[in-house]
């Protein structure tokens, strides 16, 4: 399961990087996604490379739709869809 | 006129301090009114003041254009082109360097004299002048009264009670008709100062006391996803300036279980359309024969939805030519479909892409991009997100003659945030051997 996160961490820098976005110096579970330099456009980019690293958008497949606040919360999104990914 | 309709103070919360709007308590004399009279006005003020000013000129002036807040250069220029314009009035809090015009602060206009009890007797039917969002840049004037533009506005007194957010400049439709909204409703309107960052404005508004908001489906995504929008106790939600679909519908009812909500359709050509309460995406088959409140709707031989207002008197200024056809259906341009008993929103006829409320036309990007060197062909189009309705992809095909290419997306990026409006600048730049062509050989987005 850590992959998953891995992997997002390392879309959210290459993001920062091709945007110009500075993020903020420490990034873990509790950091708030509109907060840590992302903007909310850096964000549908991320959800949007995500998909295409991962192979799935779980903002289109939830049935109930959730919008995270923090980064654990997003991850953890992921890691859920990622196991019905797995499964089907 | 809107100033009759005010029974109660009016009260409007903002950073500039907050004010109230009651009979017999006008910020501008008799005397600075006389001199506006029949007049046609750019108002150019915060939020806050514009909102004071539009119920003060309601009446009194020929013709009002509101001048969004960070109008640049380009905008004063050009409605100095189109508009016979006579005078600017300010509050002295935007910058106003560039306007070539006379400018009245208002404040001059404001200040007392002897004779001000007596009634200023003529009303007009002021014109509202209301510029589109502007897909070159060179905005579109149009006209609008506020009978067109509050049609579908609920004077009952159960909207009484509700504070409504301005998440909009004034100056813009979807602002006006917020404004517009709680004006008619004597509700309270919360203006949080425009120069706040996006989360800032939330907590502002959950601070004093929001419980009804206007916002695009994409800015409501980006609500529900801030830590303020638990702080938020919503009664009435309204959604337009994009496709609201199922999925962001369900989303508010969610966070929001006890909230009214109402998607709107409407432009600025068009003014007000119809809302929508059901909770359900797009509208009701049956409204194709019935129409809804006073506007008739069809779907054209081109799958585009058409619309009859009986009270059809927009029309663009400056030379831009008539909004409606001779028998008074005006095209929106917006393609629908039938689904079962709904009829739903698909995206734009003219191949305009709706980036979070903004009309884009892929072509003014590829223009901009194509004068970047090393980009030999260009297509941009609308990628759909999850997140936010549709970004702006760019698929760039290097020049052959460019060694290495590991640069060339981040240059095009940077290249267009200098020249281009945030919303138009490409989210997605992908370098591709070849664009996708059609049948006809043209390039296909």
Redesign the interface.
Known sequence: MSDVREVIVESIHRIAE???LELSDTLNDES????CGLD??G???L??DLEGSLGF?P??MME??V???TLGEFVAIYEKFSKKEAKA | MLKAQISEPFSVISDIGPHTIADGCEPITLQGLQQLKEKCIALHCHPANLVKYVIELDGVADSVLLVPYDACEAFSRRVEEKLNLDLVLTDGIVNIEHWKIDVTDLGELSKSSADDHSELAAEYETQWLLATSGTTGTPKIVAHTIESLTRTTSKGTKSEHLSWGLLYDPARFAGFQVVLQAILANAKLIVPSPDLDFESKIEYLAANACNALSATPSLWRKILMGKAAGQLNLKQITLGGEIADQRIINSLVKQFPDAEITHIFASTEAGVGFSVKDKKAGFPVSWLESGIRGVKLKISSQETLCLQNTHVNQTYLGGDGSIADAEGWIDTGDLVEIENDRVLFKGRLNGAINIGGNKVIPEDIESEILGIPGVFQVAVRAKSSSIAGSLVEALVVPDPALGDTSSLAKNIKQHCKKALPSFKVPAFVRLVDELPMGMAGKIKR
Request: charged content about 25%; aromatic content about 14%.
């Open positions: 091709e945007n110009d708030v996604l509109l907060d909310s456009l964000f549908a980019i959800v949007a958008d903002f289109v109930e739709p919008y995270p606040n």
